[in-house]
């Protein structure tokens, strides 16, 4: 079983709005990872984490606040978005973080997201 | 600063004709590399990896890609296109020193029955 699920798919919010995205895996795996994803564009990340620590923010703007609750379970808070931010927002996990162990991240289906 | 680059942008193929799709990737160390496609509204798939062993991989619905070192490259192939196989093609390169999975430009595949 390679599912990682995300909730919701679609997600409407306007700017003073406060939102979550939802990511899950029952995997086993240790390192989950956060996406942004705009239209034709390849993903772009923004955060990773592993061990339910925070590994990677690529300076991401603080209005997008992530949180790893557990090893399964992947928050990312919305929070005073821009139009700018409307995209697919991607969740993928993988067995850990890269240095040596063979890792295949593995995707969600996404949320689509749109900023008013 | 690492890279992946992917050479075609759009492709527009007839039915049953061959495809290839050219990646290149810059990086020094030991990469695994990757093809993910994203099929219209769907999430991004892994069509097959490269790890170490055999540099001819086969993947997914009769997919293959070649990984030839010397020329840092990592083409994707498949010998007979169908309709189904219009989607968006992701070469992406996972650093072992970082962890951090980087992507090409995608390449869009356009299948005409």
């Known amino acids: 079983d390679t599912e990682v699920t995300q909730t919701p798919k679609h997600l409407v919010m306007g700017m003073t709005n406060k939102k979550s995205l939802k990511c899950e895996q029952h995997?086993?795996?240790?390192?989950m990872y956060w996406y942004k994803q705009k239209a034709k564009k390849p993903p772009e990340l923004m955060f990773v984490?592993?061990?339910?620590?925070?590994?990677i923010n690529e300076s991401v703007p603080s209005r997008f606040s992530p949180e790893c609750p557990n090893s399964s379970l992947l928050n990312l808070h919305l929070h005073a978005l821009q139009p700018e931010d409307s995209a697919l927002y991607l969740c993928?996990?993988?067995?850990?973080?890269?240095?040596?162990?063979?890792?295949?991240?593995?995707f969600g289906p996404g949320t689509r997201l749109l900023v008013l | 600063a690492q890279s992946v680059s992917q050479h075609n942008h759009h492709v527009i193929l007839s039915e049953a004709a061959s495809l290839e799709l050219g990646c290149n990737y810059s990086y020094g160390g030991t990469v695994n590399l990757f093809w993910y496609v994203q099929y219209p509204g769907q999430h991004l798939q892994l069509l097959l990896k490269?790890?170490?062993?055999?540099?001819l991989v086969k993947g997914i619905k009769g997919f293959e890609a070649e990984f030839i070192k010397s020329k840092f490259s990592f083409n994707l192939r498949k010998p007979s296109v169908q309709w189904s196989d219009t989607a968006e093609y992701f070469c992406a390169v996972l650093s072992r020193n970082t962890g951090k999975l980087i992507f090409g430009q995608g390449t869009t595949l356009q299948v005409k029955p």
């Open positions: 490269y790890f170490s062993g055999d540099p």
């Open positions: 995997m086993g795996h240790r390192a």
């Open positions: 984490y592993s061990y339910e620590k925070l590994s």
């Open positions: 993928a996990s993988s067995q850990g973080l890269g240095g040596g162990y063979q890792e295949t991240q593995y």
